[in-house]
């Protein structure tokens, strides 16, 4: 895991997205990953363990703040923030045509509903996707689809890899082995941790929030999924 703090961007209107950069001696413009938060309203920092531990193995992680309780349930923030990654990408040592969509909880069925609607422009189309402890069986709110219904009436048009707790107790792990079911070129990992644990981080119910941990068991879980960012990404 890299440990430097991220550097805070605007990406719209004010509106700010962490940059985890690689390692300083990664070789070549870098793999991209924009990885977006669940429901929690500007919880970028919920995700900073994991994007750091992905940062650390060469990637450049984004990683936004945005609201699901605005009256579009997001959408506006979501689709800028994915314009301004491919558009920045380069500015800060990635490479644009080699970016990953990402998301937990929530920020999963839209990343991939984003990745894999046919409407997407392909100037935004990411190369891979990754649905983290997610449910994609209702309407998305970047495409107004619900993933689940289109992947089982077509094929993907980009690779996906799903990751999810075998401990979950917010989404069962039932709504991924739905989707893995309706791919079956889908990669999917079954982690034995629950639903923070996947993201390197415990539940704090007097913070009613993600927290960094030090338990081993649980960064452990969130290196593994790490990893399955940067095999989406083409590291392996």
Same mark, same amino acid.
């Given at each position: 895991?890299?440990? %430097?703090?991220?550097?805070?961007?605007?990406?719209?209107?004010?509106?700010?997205?962490? &940059?985890?950069?690689?390692?300083?001696?990664? %070789?070549?413009?870098?793999?991209?990953?924009?990885?977006?938060?669940?429901?929690?309203?500007?919880? =970028?920092?919920?995700?900073?363990?994991?994007?750091?531990? /992905?940062?650390? #193995?060469?990637?450049?992680?984004?990683?936004?703040?945005?609201?699901?309780?605005?009256?579009?349930?997001?959408?506006?923030?979501?689709?800028?923030?994915? /314009?301004?990654? =491919?558009? *920045?990408?380069?500015?800060?040592?990635?490479?644009?045509?080699? #970016?990953?969509l990402a998301g937990w909880s929530l920020g999963g069925r839209e990343?991939?509903?984003?990745?894999?609607?046919?409407?997407?422009? %392909?100037?935004?189309?990411? &190369?891979? %996707? &990754?649905?983290?402890?997610? *449910?994609?069986?209702?309407? $998305?709110?970047?495409?107004?689809?619900?993933?689940?219904? #289109?992947?089982?009436?077509?094929?993907?048009?980009?690779?996906?890899?799903?990751v999810h707790g075998t401990e979950d107790g917010v989404l069962d792990?039932?709504?991924?082995?739905?989707?893995? $079911?309706? &791919?079956?070129?889908?990669?999917?990992? /079954?982690?034995?941790?629950?639903?923070?644990?996947?993201?390197?981080?415990?539940?704090?119910?007097?913070?009613?929030?993600?927290?960094?941990?030090?338990?081993?068991?649980?960064? =452990?879980?969130?290196?593994?999924?790490?990893?399955?960012l940067a095999e989406a990404a083409g590291l392996s």
């Amino acid at each position: 895991m890299t440990s %430097a703090q991220p550097e805070a961007i605007p990406y719209a209107d004010g509106r700010l997205m962490d &940059v985890h950069h690689p390692p300083a001696d990664t %070789a070549g413009p870098a793999p991209v990953v924009l990885l977006w938060h669940g429901r929690g309203p500007d919880e =970028r920092d919920v995700l900073r363990p994991l994007a750091q531990e /992905a940062a650390g #193995l060469g990637l450049l992680v984004f990683v936004p703040d945005w609201r699901s309780d605005r009256t579009d349930g997001g959408r506006a923030e979501l689709l800028a923030s994915l /314009a301004h990654a =491919r558009r *920045s990408a380069a500015a800060y040592g990635g490479d644009p045509d080699r #970016l990953v969509l990402a998301g937990w909880s929530l920020g999963g069925r839209e990343a991939i509903a984003v990745a894999t609607h046919p409407d997407t422009p %392909a100037e935004l189309r990411p &190369v891979a %996707a &990754v649905g983290i402890s997610s *449910s994609y069986a209702r309407p $998305a709110v970047t495409t107004g689809d619900a993933p689940l219904d #289109l992947l089982t009436e077509q094929p993907s048009p980009v690779p996906l890899w799903l990751v999810h707790g075998t401990e979950d107790g917010v989404l069962d792990i039932e709504h991924t082995r739905q989707l893995s $079911a309706a &791919v079956p070129t889908a990669e999917f990992l /079954a982690l034995a941790t629950d639903h923070a644990g996947v993201v390197m981080t415990v539940y704090d119910a007097e913070a009613d929030r993600c927290l960094p941990t030090t338990a081993e068991a649980v960064l =452990r879980a969130g290196r593994r999924t790490a990893a399955v960012l940067a095999e989406a990404a083409g590291l392996s």
